[in-house]
C-alpha cells in the first residue's frame, strides 16, 4: 500500500481531516469529534490508510500525543502559512471581557486542551464564576481522580450552579473528553499555570460582572432599549444591545433611510469604477464599533433564527466566505433595524413576515 499523508485541522469540538494519496489527490475527507472516542477512531483510521505524516497548526497537545504514540510523524505548521479561510473565526467578538480577561481565558483554555480537555467541556464557558471554581477546587485531572456524582453535587450545591444540565450529564462531558497524557513534571507545572490563571482571571470577571450590571441598567432605562433589547435572545448580549444603541444613537433624522445606517454599519458594499469596468468593493470607511457590533449579531442570530440562518446559507452557497455572509445577514437585520427603530417598536418574530412565510413553506 503507498504511503500517504494528511492535514488536521483543529477546533474544540471537531476536528477536520483531509488524507491525500503520494500524487496530491484527495483519499478522503472528514470530521472528527474531539473526545477519546473521536480521537481513538481517527489514529486507527489513520493507521489503516497508511498515513505516515500529519501535518497540524501545534506541535503539542492530545491529538498530537496519540499520533505520536501511533508512530505517525507530526509536521508543525505555522498558521499564517495557511491561506484557507476558517469559519470558526467569527467576523465580531461575541463577548465583552476586557482585552485582559480575554487574552487570559484562551490562556486557560489552551492549557486545558494540553492535558485536561474534561474541564475544558464541563460548563458552558470556562471564565464563568462557576467554571473558575471548579478548576480552584480541580485544576488538574489528578486532584479530580475521585470525583463522582455525589462530590460533584456537593460542589455545585455550594457553589450556586444554576445551570440547566445534570450532574450525570457534567459528568459525562467530563470523562467523554479526550484523555491527556502529561508526565508528573508537566501536569504539575500545568496545575500550577491554571491555577495562577484563574487566580488572575476572578477579579476581572468579577468587574466585567459589575460593569455589565451597570450597563444593562443603563440600556433598560433608555426609552430606545427595548428596540435593541428584543433583537436578542440570550440576556448576556446586554451589552452588545448598548453598544448599537449608543453607536446609532437616537436621533432618526440622522438616518432617514436604512441605507445610511447600512454604510455606516459597514455592512454595504462600495462602489468602485474603472472605465466602464463598475465592481462592489468591501467598505473600509464606516463605524468599526457598529460593524462589530451589527456582526456578533448577525452571527448569533444565524444559530436560532431560520429567516437569518436561510438568509446565511443563500450566501454560503452562492460562494461567499464566511466574513461575507454575515455582512450580508448584517445588511437585512439593518433593514430590520431601522424600522423597528424609527417607529420605537421592538423585534416579535411573530410579526416578522419573511420569517413566518419561511416557517410556513417548510411546515
Known amino acids: 500500500m503507498q504511503e500517504r499523508t494528511a492535514g488536521i485541522d483543529l477546533a474544540s469540538e471537531e476536528h477536520r481531516l483531509v488524507v491525500v494519496d503520494a500524487d ?73 471581557d476586557g482585552f485582559d480577561a480575554y487574552v487570559l481565558a484562551n490562556q486557560l483554555r489552551a492549557q486545558l486542551d494540553a492535558f485536561w480537555p474534561g474541564a475544558r467541556r464541563i460548563f458552558a464557558d470556562i471564565d464563568s464564576p462557576i467554571g473558575l471554581a471548579f478548576l480552584e477546587r480541580y485544576p488538574s485531572p489528578a486532584d479530580a481522580r475521585n470525583l463522582g456524582a ?20 457534567l459528568l459525562e462531558r467530563l470523562r467523554s473528553a479526550p484523555q491527556g497524557r502529561a508526565g508528573e513534571a508537566e501536569l504539575e507545572a500545568r496545575r500550577a499555570i491554571v491555577l495562577a490563571l484563574v487566580a488572575a482571571l476572578k477579579p476581572l470577571v468579577e468587574q466585567t460582572k459589575l460593569l455589565t450590571s451597570q450597563i444593562a441598567g443603563a440600556v433598560h432605562a433608555h426609552h430606545d432599549g427595548p428596540t435593541f433589547l428584543s433583537l436578542f435572545r440570550d440576556r448576556k448580549s446586554v451589552v452588545t444591545a448598548a453598544e448599537l444603541l449608543a453607536e446609532i ?17 459597514g455592512q454595504a458594499p462600495v462602489a468602485v469604477q474603472s472605465g466602464k469596468k463598475k465592481v462592489a468593493c468591501f467598505r473600509w470607511a464606516c463605524n468599526k464599533n457598529l460593524r462589530d457590533a451589527v456582526s456578533v449579531l448577525a452571527d448569533s442570530s444565524r444559530h436560532h433564527n431560520p429567516w437569518a440562518n436561510n438568509i446565511y446559507q443563500q450566501a454560503r452557497a452562492r460562494g461567499h466566505d464566511h466574513p461575507h455572509a454575515i455582512r450580508i445577514l448584517g445588511r437585512a437585520w439593518l433593514r430590520i433595524i431601522w424600522r423597528l427603530w424609527q417607529d420605537q417598536t421592538t423585534y416579535d418574530p411573530a410579526r416578522h413576515g419573511s420569517l413566518n412565510r419561511l416557517l410556513t413553506a417548510e411546515g
Not at 62 to 82: K, M, S
Not at 159 to 164: A, F, K
Not at 249 to 265: C, I, K, N, Q, V
Open 24 to 96: 496530491g489527490r484527495d483519499r478522503e475527507e472528514r470530521r472528527v469529534v474531539h473526545s477519546e472516542e473521536g480521537i481513538a477512531t481517527l489514529v486507527r483510521r489513520l493507521v489503516a490508510l497508511n498515513v505516515v505524516r500529519v501535518a497540524i497548526e501545534q506541535p503539542n497537545g492530545v491529538v498530537v500525543d496519540r499520533l505520536l504514540d501511533a508512530g505517525i510523524a507530526v509536521v508543525a505548521v505555522h498558521p499564517n502559512q495557511l491561506a484557507s479561510p476558517r469559519d470558526r473565526y467569527r467576523t465580531g467578538g461575541g463577548k465583552s
Open 150 to 169: 455525589k462530590r460533584l453535587a456537593g460542589f455545585l450545591a455550594r457553589n450556586g450552579y444554576s445551570g440547566r444540565r445534570s450532574t450525570d450529564e
Open 249 to 265: 444613537g437616537d436621533t432618526r433624522a440622522r438616518h432617514p433611510s436604512s441605507a445610511s445606517l447600512e454604510a455606516l454599519a
